[in-house]
Protein backbone atom coordinates (compact mmCIF):
# COMPACT_ATOMS: atom_id res chain seq x y z
CA UNK A 1 0.00 0.00 0.00
CA UNK A 2 1.48 3.09 -0.79
CA UNK A 3 2.76 5.78 1.58
CA UNK A 4 3.77 9.62 0.70
CA UNK A 5 7.50 9.27 1.46
CA UNK A 6 9.54 11.95 3.18
CA UNK A 7 11.36 14.45 0.36
CA UNK A 8 15.30 13.79 1.07
CA UNK A 9 16.25 14.82 -2.35
CA UNK A 10 14.95 17.41 -4.27
CA UNK A 11 16.66 17.01 -7.38
CA UNK A 12 13.97 17.27 -10.35
CA UNK A 13 14.66 13.16 -10.89
CA UNK A 14 13.88 12.16 -7.39
CA UNK A 15 10.80 14.45 -7.22
CA UNK A 16 9.41 13.34 -10.77
CA UNK A 17 10.19 9.69 -9.31
CA UNK A 18 8.36 10.29 -6.58
CA UNK A 19 5.62 11.90 -8.56
CA UNK A 20 5.16 8.99 -10.65
CA UNK A 21 5.11 6.36 -7.55
CA UNK A 22 2.67 8.25 -6.12
CA UNK A 23 0.54 8.14 -9.81
CA UNK A 24 1.36 4.99 -9.97
CA UNK A 25 -0.54 4.47 -6.98
CA UNK A 26 -3.73 6.24 -7.95
CA UNK A 27 -4.52 4.40 -10.79
CA UNK A 28 -3.36 1.31 -9.43
CA UNK A 29 -6.25 1.81 -6.24
CA UNK A 30 -8.90 3.33 -8.60
CA UNK A 31 -8.77 0.21 -10.17
CA UNK A 32 -9.28 -2.21 -8.28
CA UNK A 33 -12.54 -0.29 -6.46
CA UNK A 34 -15.37 -3.19 -7.22
CA UNK A 35 -18.00 -1.86 -4.65
CA UNK A 36 -19.25 1.31 -3.14
CA UNK A 37 -17.23 0.30 0.27
CA UNK A 38 -14.18 0.08 -1.81
CA UNK A 39 -14.74 3.79 -3.48
CA UNK A 40 -15.79 5.63 0.04
CA UNK A 41 -12.16 4.01 1.42
CA UNK A 42 -10.57 5.04 -1.73
CA UNK A 43 -11.84 8.38 -1.73
CA UNK A 44 -11.26 8.91 2.36
CA UNK A 45 -7.81 8.04 1.67
CA UNK A 46 -6.65 10.09 -0.92
CA UNK A 47 -8.67 13.36 0.34
CA UNK A 48 -9.65 13.14 3.85
CA UNK A 49 -9.27 16.52 5.33
CA UNK A 50 -7.63 15.46 8.50
CA UNK A 51 -5.28 12.64 7.15
CA UNK A 52 -5.66 11.53 3.15
CA UNK A 53 -2.85 11.74 0.99
CA UNK A 54 -3.13 15.17 -0.39
CA UNK A 55 -3.33 16.24 3.14
CA UNK A 56 0.08 14.87 3.70
CA UNK A 57 1.63 16.02 0.55
CA UNK A 58 1.11 19.42 1.69
CA UNK A 59 2.69 18.65 5.69
CA UNK A 60 5.59 15.99 4.47
CA UNK A 61 6.63 17.85 1.16
CA UNK A 62 5.22 21.25 0.74
CA UNK A 63 5.94 22.14 4.93
CA UNK A 64 9.25 21.24 5.19
CA UNK A 65 10.92 21.91 1.76
CA UNK A 66 13.74 24.53 1.38
CA UNK A 67 11.86 28.30 1.19
CA UNK A 68 13.66 28.15 -2.63
CA UNK A 69 11.60 24.94 -3.81
CA UNK A 70 8.13 25.80 -1.98
CA UNK A 71 7.18 27.48 -5.70
CA UNK A 72 8.41 24.51 -7.38
CA UNK A 73 6.89 21.72 -4.85
CA UNK A 74 3.49 23.94 -4.41
CA UNK A 75 2.91 23.41 -8.20
CA UNK A 76 3.53 20.04 -8.47
CA UNK A 77 1.24 19.81 -5.64
CA UNK A 78 -1.41 22.17 -7.61
CA UNK A 79 -1.33 19.54 -10.67
CA UNK A 80 -1.64 16.25 -8.52
CA UNK A 81 -4.36 17.36 -6.52
CA UNK A 82 -7.18 17.36 -9.57
CA UNK A 83 -5.64 14.71 -10.65
CA UNK A 84 -6.49 12.69 -7.53
CA UNK A 85 -10.01 14.40 -7.89
CA UNK A 86 -10.48 13.40 -11.39
CA UNK A 87 -9.98 9.43 -10.02
CA UNK A 88 -12.32 10.15 -6.87
CA UNK A 89 -14.86 10.73 -9.11
CA UNK A 90 -13.99 8.42 -11.80
CA UNK A 91 -14.01 5.47 -9.02
CA UNK A 92 -17.19 6.33 -8.25
CA UNK A 93 -18.33 5.51 -11.43
CA UNK A 94 -16.40 2.53 -11.69
CA UNK A 95 -18.06 1.05 -8.97
CA UNK A 96 -22.04 1.82 -10.71
CA UNK A 97 -20.93 0.09 -13.46
CA UNK A 98 -20.13 -2.73 -11.80
CA UNK A 99 -22.89 -2.39 -9.35
CA UNK A 100 -25.54 -2.35 -12.72
CA UNK A 101 -23.90 -5.34 -14.32
CA UNK A 102 -24.28 -7.21 -11.29
CA UNK A 103 -27.71 -6.27 -10.60
CA UNK A 104 -28.45 -6.99 -14.38
CA UNK A 105 -26.47 -10.44 -14.18
CA UNK A 106 -28.48 -11.18 -11.15
CA UNK A 107 -31.78 -10.66 -12.82
CA UNK A 108 -33.37 -11.55 -16.00
CA UNK A 109 -29.83 -10.73 -17.71
CA UNK A 110 -29.01 -13.70 -16.67
CA UNK A 111 -31.36 -15.18 -19.08
CA UNK A 112 -30.47 -13.13 -21.81
CA UNK A 113 -27.37 -14.09 -21.56
CA UNK A 114 -27.97 -17.66 -21.83
CA UNK A 115 -29.56 -16.53 -25.55
CA UNK A 116 -28.58 -19.24 -27.93
CA UNK A 117 -28.90 -17.30 -31.33
CA UNK A 118 -28.75 -21.22 -32.95
CA UNK A 119 -32.10 -21.85 -31.46
CA UNK A 120 -34.88 -21.67 -33.94
CA UNK A 121 -37.04 -19.34 -31.62
CA UNK A 122 -40.46 -18.92 -30.98
CA UNK A 123 -43.13 -19.23 -33.67
CA UNK A 124 -46.26 -17.30 -33.33
CA UNK A 125 -48.87 -19.11 -35.13
CA UNK A 126 -50.63 -17.58 -37.80
CA UNK A 127 -54.53 -17.27 -36.99
CA UNK A 128 -57.02 -18.51 -39.61
CA UNK A 129 -60.53 -17.60 -40.34
CA UNK A 130 -62.87 -19.54 -37.46
CA UNK A 131 -64.77 -22.62 -39.39
CA UNK A 132 -68.12 -21.00 -39.04
CA UNK A 133 -67.04 -17.56 -40.61
CA UNK A 134 -65.18 -19.46 -43.28
CA UNK A 135 -68.33 -21.39 -44.11
CA UNK A 136 -70.62 -18.08 -44.03
CA UNK A 137 -67.85 -16.28 -46.20
CA UNK A 138 -68.06 -19.53 -48.68
CA UNK A 139 -72.06 -19.40 -48.53
CA UNK A 140 -72.04 -15.59 -49.57
CA UNK A 141 -69.43 -16.38 -52.42
CA UNK A 142 -71.41 -18.51 -53.75
CA UNK A 143 -74.32 -16.10 -54.50
CA UNK A 144 -72.10 -13.15 -54.99
CA UNK A 145 -70.80 -15.46 -57.79
CA UNK A 146 -74.85 -15.33 -59.20
CA UNK A 147 -74.74 -11.64 -58.37
CA UNK A 148 -76.00 -11.35 -55.55
CA UNK A 149 -74.66 -8.42 -53.43
CA UNK A 150 -74.18 -8.43 -49.30
CA UNK A 151 -76.19 -6.67 -46.90
CA UNK A 152 -76.10 -6.58 -43.16
CA UNK A 153 -78.79 -5.21 -40.05
CA UNK A 154 -78.45 -4.63 -36.27
CA UNK A 155 -78.34 -7.54 -34.01
CA UNK A 156 -80.68 -5.26 -31.90
CA UNK A 157 -83.83 -5.16 -33.81
CA UNK A 158 -87.21 -3.84 -33.28
CA UNK A 159 -90.32 -6.08 -33.08
CA UNK A 160 -91.59 -4.36 -36.07
CA UNK A 161 -88.23 -5.35 -38.16
CA UNK A 162 -88.04 -8.76 -36.53
CA UNK A 163 -91.81 -9.55 -36.86
CA UNK A 164 -94.54 -7.48 -37.60
CA UNK A 165 -93.22 -6.48 -40.93
CA UNK A 166 -92.63 -9.89 -41.38
CA UNK A 167 -96.18 -10.74 -41.18
CA UNK A 168 -95.92 -12.39 -37.50
CA UNK A 169 -98.54 -9.97 -36.38
CA UNK A 170 -98.73 -9.06 -32.72
CA UNK A 171 -99.73 -12.35 -30.48
CA UNK A 172 -99.47 -14.53 -33.52
CA UNK A 173 -99.01 -18.13 -32.29
CA UNK A 174 -96.43 -17.90 -35.09
CA UNK A 175 -94.09 -15.65 -32.88
CA UNK A 176 -93.76 -18.96 -30.25
CA UNK A 177 -91.88 -20.84 -33.17
CA UNK A 178 -88.77 -18.71 -32.55
CA UNK A 179 -88.49 -18.18 -28.43
CA UNK A 180 -87.20 -14.69 -28.26
CA UNK A 181 -84.98 -12.66 -26.08
CA UNK A 182 -86.21 -9.62 -25.36
CA UNK A 183 -84.54 -6.36 -24.00
CA UNK A 184 -86.14 -5.45 -20.59
CA UNK A 185 -87.21 -2.59 -19.81
CA UNK A 186 -89.22 -1.36 -22.72
CA UNK A 187 -92.88 -1.48 -21.34
CA UNK A 188 -92.96 1.97 -22.03
CA UNK A 189 -92.55 1.66 -26.14
CA UNK A 190 -95.53 0.73 -28.26
CA UNK A 191 -94.62 -2.71 -28.77
CA UNK A 192 -93.31 -2.46 -32.64
CA UNK A 193 -90.92 0.33 -31.30
CA UNK A 194 -89.96 -2.82 -28.55
CA UNK A 195 -86.04 -4.11 -28.82
CA UNK A 196 -85.15 -7.60 -28.94
CA UNK A 197 -82.54 -9.83 -29.97
CA UNK A 198 -83.18 -10.45 -33.45
CA UNK A 199 -84.18 -14.24 -34.13
CA UNK A 200 -83.41 -14.34 -37.79
CA UNK A 201 -81.92 -12.45 -40.25
CA UNK A 202 -85.25 -11.93 -42.34
CA UNK A 203 -85.75 -8.22 -40.83
CA UNK A 204 -83.22 -7.29 -43.13
CA UNK A 205 -85.14 -8.53 -45.89
CA UNK A 206 -87.42 -5.44 -45.36
CA UNK A 207 -84.50 -3.02 -44.38
CA UNK A 208 -83.33 -3.52 -47.46
CA UNK A 209 -86.36 -2.66 -49.38
CA UNK A 210 -87.08 0.28 -47.56
CA UNK A 211 -83.43 1.57 -48.72
CA UNK A 212 -83.78 0.17 -52.50
CA UNK A 213 -86.58 -0.33 -55.16
CA UNK A 214 -86.90 -3.87 -56.42
CA UNK A 215 -85.03 -5.72 -58.17
CA UNK A 216 -83.02 -7.07 -55.59
CA UNK A 217 -80.47 -9.80 -55.44
CA UNK A 218 -78.93 -9.97 -51.84
CA UNK A 219 -77.40 -12.18 -49.20
CA UNK A 220 -77.46 -11.44 -45.60
CA UNK A 221 -74.53 -13.15 -43.84
CA UNK A 222 -75.15 -12.39 -39.65
CA UNK A 223 -75.58 -13.56 -35.95
CA UNK A 224 -79.34 -14.24 -34.82
CA UNK A 225 -80.02 -15.33 -30.73
CA UNK A 226 -82.82 -17.60 -29.50
CA UNK A 227 -83.73 -18.54 -26.20
CA UNK A 228 -82.86 -22.54 -26.76
CA UNK A 229 -81.06 -24.58 -24.64
CA UNK A 230 -77.55 -25.55 -25.55
CA UNK A 231 -77.66 -29.33 -27.39
CA UNK A 232 -75.56 -30.78 -29.55
CA UNK A 233 -76.82 -29.45 -32.55
CA UNK A 234 -78.62 -26.12 -31.38
CA UNK A 235 -76.97 -22.59 -29.41
CA UNK A 236 -78.52 -19.78 -28.50
CA UNK A 237 -76.35 -17.68 -30.05
CA UNK A 238 -75.91 -18.97 -34.06
CA UNK A 239 -75.43 -16.91 -37.18
CA UNK A 240 -77.42 -17.34 -40.40
CA UNK A 241 -77.28 -16.55 -44.42
CA UNK A 242 -80.25 -14.81 -45.57
CA UNK A 243 -81.15 -14.27 -49.03
CA UNK A 244 -83.45 -12.28 -51.12
CA UNK A 245 -84.00 -11.97 -54.74
CA UNK A 246 -87.27 -9.76 -56.11
CA UNK A 247 -87.80 -8.53 -59.51
CA UNK A 248 -90.67 -9.11 -61.70
CA UNK A 249 -91.87 -12.65 -62.90
CA UNK A 250 -89.86 -14.47 -59.82
CA UNK A 251 -91.06 -17.68 -59.65
CA UNK A 252 -90.82 -20.74 -57.53
CA UNK A 253 -88.56 -22.27 -60.56
CA UNK A 254 -86.13 -19.65 -60.19
CA UNK A 255 -85.73 -20.22 -56.07
CA UNK A 256 -85.63 -24.14 -56.90
CA UNK A 257 -82.82 -23.46 -59.33
CA UNK A 258 -81.09 -21.32 -57.10
CA UNK A 259 -81.00 -23.18 -53.83
CA UNK A 260 -79.89 -26.46 -56.52
CA UNK A 261 -77.18 -24.37 -57.25
CA UNK A 262 -76.07 -23.32 -54.43
CA UNK A 263 -75.57 -26.52 -52.72
CA UNK A 264 -73.62 -27.64 -55.51
CA UNK A 265 -71.32 -25.34 -55.02
CA UNK A 266 -71.10 -25.93 -51.57
CA UNK A 267 -71.91 -29.71 -51.35
CA UNK A 268 -70.38 -31.17 -54.75
CA UNK A 269 -72.12 -31.63 -57.94
CA UNK A 270 -73.58 -34.99 -57.39
CA UNK A 271 -76.16 -33.57 -54.54
CA UNK A 272 -79.84 -33.50 -55.05
CA UNK A 273 -82.07 -31.57 -53.58
CA UNK A 274 -85.98 -31.63 -52.82
CA UNK A 275 -88.50 -28.97 -51.43
CA UNK A 276 -90.90 -30.03 -48.75
CA UNK A 277 -93.97 -27.82 -47.75
CA UNK A 278 -93.60 -26.14 -44.92
CA UNK A 279 -95.20 -22.57 -43.05
CA UNK A 280 -93.32 -19.06 -42.67
CA UNK A 281 -95.27 -16.40 -42.29
CA UNK A 282 -93.28 -13.97 -44.75
CA UNK A 283 -93.33 -16.58 -47.29
CA UNK A 284 -96.01 -18.18 -49.24
CA UNK A 285 -95.62 -20.91 -50.49
CA UNK A 286 -93.20 -22.00 -47.65
CA UNK A 287 -90.63 -24.95 -47.96
CA UNK A 288 -88.01 -26.71 -46.27
CA UNK A 289 -85.45 -27.52 -48.51
CA UNK A 290 -83.63 -30.89 -47.98
CA UNK A 291 -80.17 -32.11 -49.61
CA UNK A 292 -79.72 -35.70 -50.10
CA UNK A 293 -77.32 -36.88 -47.24
CA UNK A 294 -74.17 -35.84 -47.98
CA UNK A 295 -72.63 -39.27 -45.82
CA UNK A 296 -74.41 -42.17 -47.98
CA UNK A 297 -75.56 -39.92 -51.07
CA UNK A 298 -78.98 -40.78 -50.26
CA UNK A 299 -78.88 -44.91 -49.52
CA UNK A 300 -79.43 -43.66 -46.12
CA UNK A 301 -77.00 -44.16 -42.76
CA UNK A 302 -77.54 -43.05 -39.06
CA UNK A 303 -76.57 -39.48 -39.70
CA UNK A 304 -79.96 -38.80 -42.28
CA UNK A 305 -81.97 -41.20 -39.62
CA UNK A 306 -82.43 -43.68 -42.81
CA UNK A 307 -84.51 -41.00 -45.14
CA UNK A 308 -81.53 -40.53 -47.19
CA UNK A 309 -82.31 -36.53 -46.67
CA UNK A 310 -81.16 -33.68 -44.80
CA UNK A 311 -83.33 -30.88 -44.09
CA UNK A 312 -81.08 -27.55 -44.65
CA UNK A 313 -82.76 -24.43 -44.75
CA UNK A 314 -86.55 -23.03 -44.85
CA UNK A 315 -87.22 -20.73 -48.14
CA UNK A 316 -90.36 -19.40 -50.13
CA UNK A 317 -92.22 -17.23 -52.27
CA UNK A 318 -92.36 -13.68 -50.32
CA UNK A 319 -95.66 -13.04 -49.09
CA UNK A 320 -97.45 -10.43 -50.60
CA UNK A 321 -98.35 -8.75 -46.62
CA UNK A 322 -94.49 -8.32 -47.03
CA UNK A 323 -94.36 -6.67 -50.28
CA UNK A 324 -97.20 -4.57 -48.55
CA UNK A 325 -95.36 -2.80 -45.72
CA UNK A 326 -92.77 -1.29 -48.47
CA UNK A 327 -95.04 -0.82 -51.14
CA UNK A 328 -94.19 3.00 -51.10
CA UNK A 329 -90.73 2.21 -52.43
CA UNK A 330 -91.89 0.26 -55.59
CA UNK A 331 -93.19 -3.40 -54.22
CA UNK A 332 -96.34 -3.56 -55.63
CA UNK A 333 -97.74 -7.52 -55.86
CA UNK A 334 -99.35 -7.15 -58.57
CA UNK A 335 -96.44 -6.34 -60.86
CA UNK A 336 -93.26 -7.84 -58.94
CA UNK A 337 -92.31 -11.25 -56.86
CA UNK A 338 -89.99 -12.33 -55.25
CA UNK A 339 -88.42 -15.42 -53.25
CA UNK A 340 -86.23 -15.55 -50.19
CA UNK A 341 -84.68 -18.38 -47.97
CA UNK A 342 -82.87 -18.59 -44.55
CA UNK A 343 -79.52 -20.63 -43.83
CA UNK A 344 -78.01 -21.87 -40.34
CA UNK A 345 -74.37 -21.53 -40.85
CA UNK A 346 -73.67 -23.53 -38.08
CA UNK A 347 -75.79 -27.03 -39.25
CA UNK A 348 -73.66 -26.49 -42.76
CA UNK A 349 -70.55 -26.24 -41.11
CA UNK A 350 -71.36 -29.27 -39.03
CA UNK A 351 -72.35 -31.10 -41.72
CA UNK A 352 -69.40 -30.23 -44.47
CA UNK A 353 -67.01 -30.62 -41.31
CA UNK A 354 -68.54 -33.34 -39.83
CA UNK A 355 -68.73 -31.75 -36.52
CA UNK A 356 -70.20 -33.38 -33.66
CA UNK A 357 -71.16 -30.85 -31.11
CA UNK A 358 -72.10 -27.50 -32.55
CA UNK A 359 -70.65 -26.04 -28.92
CA UNK A 360 -66.92 -26.66 -30.37
CA UNK A 361 -67.58 -23.84 -32.45
CA UNK A 362 -67.59 -21.62 -29.67
CA UNK A 363 -64.81 -22.75 -26.95
CA UNK A 364 -61.86 -21.35 -28.40
CA UNK A 365 -60.13 -24.35 -28.26
CA UNK A 366 -57.09 -24.11 -29.87
CA UNK A 367 -56.91 -28.36 -30.49
CA UNK A 368 -60.03 -28.05 -32.65
CA UNK A 369 -59.84 -24.77 -34.63
CA UNK A 370 -56.34 -25.39 -35.90
CA UNK A 371 -57.71 -28.30 -37.77
CA UNK A 372 -59.07 -25.82 -39.85
CA UNK A 373 -55.81 -24.25 -40.16
N1 LIG B 1 -86.10 -16.82 -41.10
C1 LIG B 1 -86.44 -18.21 -41.16
C2 LIG B 1 -85.90 -18.89 -39.91
O1 LIG B 1 -85.04 -18.40 -39.30
C3 LIG B 1 -85.88 -18.89 -42.39
C4 LIG B 1 -86.47 -18.35 -43.66
C5 LIG B 1 -85.90 -17.27 -44.30
C6 LIG B 1 -87.60 -18.95 -44.21
C7 LIG B 1 -86.43 -16.82 -45.48
C8 LIG B 1 -88.13 -18.47 -45.38
C9 LIG B 1 -87.54 -17.42 -46.01
O2 LIG B 1 -86.36 -19.96 -39.57
Not at 317 to 339: E, L, R, T
Request: net charge negative; glycine share 6%.
Amino acid sequence: MYTVPKLEDYSPEALDRAVADLRRALAEEEASISSQADWKAFRDRWLARKNGILTQLNNLWLKPCPADLKRTIGQIINTLRPEIEHFVTHGQSRDEDIRTVIDSLSKDALAADRLDITLPGIQRPIGVKHPVLRVMDEIVAVFKAMGYSVGEGPEVETDYYNFESLNFPPDHPARDTQDTLFIAGQESKPARDRLLLRTHTSPVQIRTMEQQPPPVRIVIPGKVHRNDPLDATHSPVFHQVEGLAVDTNITFCDLKGTLDHAMKALFGSSVKTRFYPSFFPFTEPSADMQVSCIFCGGKGCRKCKFSGWIELLGCGMVDPNVFDFVKHNGYDSSKISGFAFGMGVERIAILKYEVEEIQLFYEGDVRFLEQFA
